[in-house]
Antibody, heavy 119, light 107 residues
Framework: QVQLVQSGADVKNPGASVKVSCTTSGYMFTTYFMHWVRQAPGQSLEWMGIINPSGTSTTYAEKFWNRVTMTTDTSTSTVYMELRNLRSEDTAVYYC????????????WGQGTLVTVSS | DIQMTQSPSSLSASVGDRVTITCRASQSISSYLNWYQQKPGKVPNLLIYAASSLQSGVPSRFSGSGSGTDFTLTISSLQPEDFATYFCQQSYITLITFGQGTRLEIK
């Protein structure tokens, strides 16, 4: 079965960077793009960007384009999302999410990674 | 970006009620509209994709309709496990956007 397993919760100081991993299994990694979505406490879902499996093509939401980098490691079927220059409003649960038959509808989700930004 | 507006923001209903949630896009998105259910502390769950296609394993009391800019999610007969928050999402363009959510509460 398809599984997306994310790295654990993290606490960062303002101005620091965080890198969240999403290790996949149960399907051919090279077949599906991966998205990242975040959810601040009590808020809606916010799409951050998408990366192709080889890591050669990314599209980021304008809000994050100069602070986020998404990468892949095909040898371990893992996708990474790094967010730099963190501020308190970046406190959120970060999800990796993969499409199914409809590539941009999110059939599979990681369990989420809580990133807390606090001094 | 395409803005997605859901209404209502919250809704109180009783078990057995028929409930409709609406989602409006700021421009036409054809049928590129998906619906998710999220319970507190849990990961979102895809209910409906492409406006009206029921995701595998989702009960048939859930249905979706609409095209262009106006869409609806209908729950034909509310069950206790349906009390949750529902989000719409457009996938018409790669710059994906979500609605603000509709919280469905027990009356």
């Amino acid at each position: 079965q398809v599984q997306l397993v994310q790295s654990g919760a993290d606490v960062k100081n303002p101005g620091a960077s965080v890198k969240v991993s999403c290790t996949t299994s149960g399907y051919m990694f090279t077949t599906y793009f991966m998205h990242w979505v975040r959810q601040a406490p009590g808020q809606s879902l916010e799409w951050m960007g998408i990366i192709n499996p080889s890591g050669t093509s990314t599209t980021y939401a304008e809000k994050f384009w100069n602070r986020v980098t998404m990468t892949t490691d095909t040898s371990t079927s893992t996708v990474y999302m790094e967010l730099r220059n963190l501020r308190s409003e970046d406190t959120a649960v970060y999800y990796c999410a993969r499409g199914g038959d409809e590539p941009n509808s999110f059939e599979y989700w990681g369990q989420g990674t809580l990133v807390t930004v606090s001094s | 970006d395409i803005q997605m507006t859901q209404s209502p923001s919250s809704l109180s209903a009783s078990v057995g009620d028929r409930v409709t949630i609406t989602c409006r896009a700021s421009q036409s998105i054809s049928s590129y509209l998906n619906w998710y259910q999220q319970k507190p502390g849990k990961v979102p769950n895809l209910l409906i994709y492409a406006a009206s296609s029921l995701q595998s394993g989702v009960p048939s009391r859930f249905s979706g309709s609409g095209s262009g800019t106006d869409f609806t999610l209908t729950i034909s007969s509310l069950q206790p496990e349906d009390f949750a928050t529902y989000f719409c999402q457009q996938s018409y363009i790669t710059l994906i956007t979500f609605g603000q959510g509709t919280r469905l509460e027990i009356k």
